[in-house]
C-alpha cells in the first residue's frame, strides 16, 4: 500500500505530531524537579487524551479511505478542514508543550540553585546556614584565619574535631570550627540578654560531607536575635559572621 494509504494527506501531517508526543512527554518526565502546582499532571493528561482522540479518529479516516479506494471512488473529495484544523490544534499543543519545559527547566534550575545554600531543607528552621566553599577544609580554614587577622577580630580557638577523632583511632571527615569574637561587640548582646552567652563567641565550622563538597555552616543572626530576644538595633554586631563565611567560601 503507497504511502497516501498508510497516512492520508491532511492526516500525514497529524500523525507526524502524535508520532512525536511520546518524546515531548519523555522530556516533560525527565526535566529537573521544580516545585508543582498541579499544572503539570493535567497538561500530561490533556496530551494523552488528544493522542487517544487523534489516532482513533486517524485510523478511522484511513479505513474509510481505504474502503473509499478499494470501491473505485474519488479519495480526494471530501473537505480537509478536520485534517487541518486538528494539524494546526497540534501545532499549538506543541508550541505550548515547548514553554512549558522551558519554563519548567528554568524554574528548576533556579530552584537547584537557590537550595544549593543548604544541605538540608530543614537547615534554615534549625538555625544554621550552610555555603558552599569553593576551596578544601585546610584551605578554607586558612582563608577565614587570614580574613579575621585583617578585620582585627580575635580567634579564641580553633577545635579539629577530625584530628582529635583521628587521636582516638577514630576516622572522621574533616571537620574543624573556628570560635572568634570581639568583646566590644558581644559585651552589649549580652547586657542585652544574658543568655546570649550561650551562643557567643561567634563560631564557624567548616566540614566536608560524604560526597567531598566543602561547607561553611554558621548561626543565622536572625535565628540568634528571636532566640535570645535581642533588640533590632543590636543585629549588626553578630551579623558579620555571614560576611565572613561568604569570603572565606569564595
Same mark, same amino acid.
Not at 112 to 133: C, H, Q, V, Y
Given at each position: ?5 498508510? +497516512?492520508?494527506?491532511? *492526516?500525514?501531517? +497529524? ?7 511520546? %518524546? #515531548? ?5 525527565? /526535566?529537573?524537579?521544580?516545585? &508543582? ?7 500530561? @493528561? /490533556?496530551?494523552? %487524551? ?30 480537509? @478542514?478536520?485534517?487541518? $484544523?486538528? %494539524? ?7 508550541? $505550548? ?55 582585627? *577580630? ?7 574535631? &577530625?584530628?582529635? %577523632? ?25 547586657? /542585652? $540578654? ?9 563560631? *564557624? ?20 536575635? =528571636? ?14 559572621? =555571614?560576611?565572613? #563565611?561568604?569570603? /572565606?567560601?569564595?
Amino acid at each position: 500500500m503507497d504511502s497516501h494509504r498508510s +497516512c492520508p494527506d491532511g *492526516i500525514w501531517f +497529524c500523525c507526524g505530531a502524535i508520532r512525536a508526543f511520546p %518524546a #515531548a512527554l519523555r522530556l516533560i518526565d525527565h /526535566a529537573p524537579s521544580a516545585p &508543582s502546582y498541579g499544572v503539570s499532571v493535567w497538561f500530561g @493528561t /490533556a496530551l494523552f %487524551a488528544v493522542g487517544v482522540v487523534v489516532n482513533l479518529s486517524s485510523a478511522w479516516r484511513h479505513v474509510r479511505l481505504v474502503r473509499e479506494l478499494d470501491q473505485g471512488e474519488a479519495a480526494y473529495t471530501r473537505s480537509l @478542514t478536520q485534517s487541518v $484544523a486538528t %494539524a494546526l490544534f497540534l501545532v499549538l499543543v506543541g508550541l $505550548a508543550t515547548a514553554i512549558y519545559l522551558v519554563t519548567v527547566r528554568g524554574s528548576a534550575s533556579l530552584h537547584s540553585k537557590n537550595s544549593e545554600e543548604t544541605t538540608m531543607p530543614s537547615a534554615t528552621s534549625r538555625g544554621i546556614i550552610d555555603k558552599p566553599s569553593n576551596h578544601s577544609v585546610e584551605q578554607t580554614v586558612e582563608k577565614l584565619k587570614n580574613i579575621l587577622q585583617s578585620k582585627g *577580630i580575635t580567634l579564641f580557638t580553633l577545635v579539629d574535631h &577530625s584530628g582529635e %577523632a583521628e587521636e582516638v583511632g577514630m576516622k572522621m571527615r574533616p571537620t574543624k570550627l573556628l570560635i572568634f569574637g570581639s568583646p566590644k561587640a558581644g559585651t552589649p548582646l549580652m547586657l /542585652a $540578654a544574658p543568655s546570649t552567652a550561650i551562643d557567643l563567641p561567634l563560631k *564557624i565550622l567548616i566540614w566536608e560531607d560524604v560526597q567531598g563538597k566543602v561547607w561553611v555552616s554558621y548561626n543565622s543572626p536572625d535565628y540568634l536575635r =528571636e532566640r535570645h530576644g535581642l533588640p533590632q538595633e543590636l543585629l549588626q554586631n553578630i551579623a558579620v559572621v =555571614e560576611t565572613l #563565611a561568604a569570603k /572565606a567560601g569564595e
